[in-house]
């Protein structure tokens, strides 16, 4: 059973950084993804990853965000840079397995996720 865990949330000024990370199967068939919530809104899409690390990006984080992982430490990676208040939000790390190397990743088709870490960004 394939377990998700985040850290490295925290409180920011806009225009600051913050790095996440999570432990996922970072070297098996999966896309890998990261996620955000705000309360009374729908979880949306932020960044994805293949398994051949094919990355996709919301717009509104594009040129801003950063994800990456690393195979050897088994983590994923989401550099946050030129934070606004808006990327304020509960961030999830999610998972789901593919049948082949390279398969494209879909948002819809995360079913493996984190408990969350919490990111405020203040103005």
């Known amino acids: 059973q394939v377990q998700l865990a985040e850290s490295g949330g925290g409180s920011v000024e806009a225009g600051g950084s913050l790095r996440l990370s999570c432990k996922a199967p970072t070297a098996e068939r999966y896309c890998l993804g990261w996620f955000r919530q705000v309360p009374q809104k729908e979880r949306e899409g932020v960044a994805l990853?293949?398994?051949?690390?094919?990355?996709e990006y919301a717009n509104y984080v594009k040129g801003r965000f950063t994800i990456s992982k690393d195979n050897a430490r088994l983590t994923l990676f989401l550099q946050m840079n030129q934070l606004k208040p808006e990327d304020t939000a509960t961030y999830y790390c999610a998972a789901y397995a593919v049948p082949y190397w390279g398969n494209s990743c879909r948002w819809g088709n995360f079913d493996i996720w984190g408990q969350g870490t919490q990111v405020t960004v203040s103005s």
């Open positions: 990853i293949g398994s051949t690390s094919d990355t």
